[in-house]
């Protein structure tokens, strides 16, 4: 038999299997592969189910930690980015630009280098030469230096996307709060800002789930996060392959948790913005018409000439 048609028969054969049903199927012969290919390469369960919590325990907290921080000093930089990007004073303008094309077109690991190692070296040189203050500030731990890293990369990012929700709200809003006598700041605050924020959270979310997994970044300069503690403990006991897979399952288990609340988020936020003629759940269905209901009989449509008068209770007046 060709191929096509026995293709042909077993499409016609699985048509009347729920779809449902086929999707279950699926998931449980890619579960069975892996769990054959693993066993051909004698992974060691017993290893990850030893190691398991305490790579997590000790490792997961401190990149939420790391991620929280590179947040919201991306969410502030990003606010100050896009104002001065939208703003007619052209230091504002120029300096927002430097920023957002340096942080965008450089690698993230090179910028995380240049943080911890490169600044480190500026203040050293500071102190030497009397500045003891200063050199303070560019001499970072390694958690700070992450923070700061990320924050700095993700809101360069940031910044177009706050900006691009900025430039969403309608001219009218603005316009009605000059005439209300607002401030610029607060028209911001108060008007542009809050409709802004239902078009600025969607993507603000899909970052900081890329900075979830962008945080492993971090280990190079000897943060002991999620990643780092797995490396470590793979190569003290030669299960560097159970280490690695149980690192990437429990990166995969945390963005899904965010993924599925920044759904919610967003259904909520877009809760005020549905369409009237959409379905909506719990609304009673549109009656059909009385022709299309057994049953009911429409009635007649009675044509009335120009000659005649329709009066209430009497027949027509000729």
């Given at each position: 038999m060709p191929p096509r048609a026995l293709r042909d028969r077993v499409e016609l054969a699985s048509a009347a299997v729920p779809w449902s049903l086929k999707l279950i199927v699926a998931y449980v012969v890619i579960a069975a592969a892996l769990a054959a290919s693993f066993s051909l390469i004698d992974f060691d369960i017993a290893w990850m189910?030893?190691?398991?919590?305490?790579?997590?325990?000790?490792?997961?907290?401190?990149?939420?930690?790391?991620?929280?921080?590179?947040?919201?000093?991306?969410?502030?930089?990003?606010?100050?980015?896009?104002?001065?990007?939208?703003?007619r004073n052209p230091l504002a303008y120029a300096l927002a630009g430097f920023y957002t094309s340096f942080f965008r077109g450089t690698p993230l690991i090179v910028q995380i280098f240049i943080i911890f190692f490169a600044l480190a070296e500026v203040g050293i040189r500071l102190r030497d030469v009397g500045y003891e203050w200063l050199s303070a500030i560019f001499i970072l731990d390694v958690v700070p230096a992450g923070i700061v890293a990320l924050g700095l990369n993700y809101g360069a990012y940031m910044t177009e996307i706050f900006r691009a929700g900025i430039q969403s709200v309608g001219h009218g809003q603005g316009e009605a709060a000059d005439a209300l006598g607002m401030t610029y700041r607060q028209k911001m605050r108060r008007i542009v800002l809050p409709q802004a924020l239902r078009v600025i959270i969607p993507p603000t979310g899909n970052e900081f789930i890329a900075m979830l997994k962008d945080s492993a970044l971090v280990s190079t300069i000897g943060a002991l996060e999620l990643f780092r503690r797995a490396d470590l403990a793979g190569r003290t006991d030669f299960r560097t392959f159970e280490a690695f897979v149980l690192a990437a399952?429990?990166?995969?288990?945390?963005?899904?948790?965010?993924?599925?609340?920044?759904?919610?988020?967003?259904?909520?936020?877009?809760?005020?913005?549905?369409?009237?003629?959409?379905?909506?759940?719990?609304?009673?269905?549109?009656?059909?018409?009385?022709?299309?209901?057994?049953?009911?009989?429409?009635?007649?449509?009675?044509?009335?000439?120009?000659?005649?008068?329709?009066?209430?209770?009497?027949?027509p007046l000729a």
């Open positions: 189910r030893e190691h398991a919590w305490n790579i997590v325990r000790l490792g997961l907290p401190l990149t939420l930690l790391i991620c929280a921080g590179a947040i919201t000093l991306a969410t502030v930089l990003a606010t100050l980015g896009a104002l001065a990007r939208l703003s399952v429990a990166y995969w288990i945390v963005t899904g948790v965010f993924s599925f609340f920044q759904a919610r988020l967003e259904r909520r936020l877009g809760r005020g913005y549905v369409r009237a003629d959409t379905k909506r759940r719990g609304q009673p269905k549109p009656r059909p018409p009385a022709a299309a209901q057994p049953g009911l009989v429409q009635p007649p449509i009675v044509e009335l000439s120009d000659d005649t008068v329709p009066t209430r209770g009497r027949g």
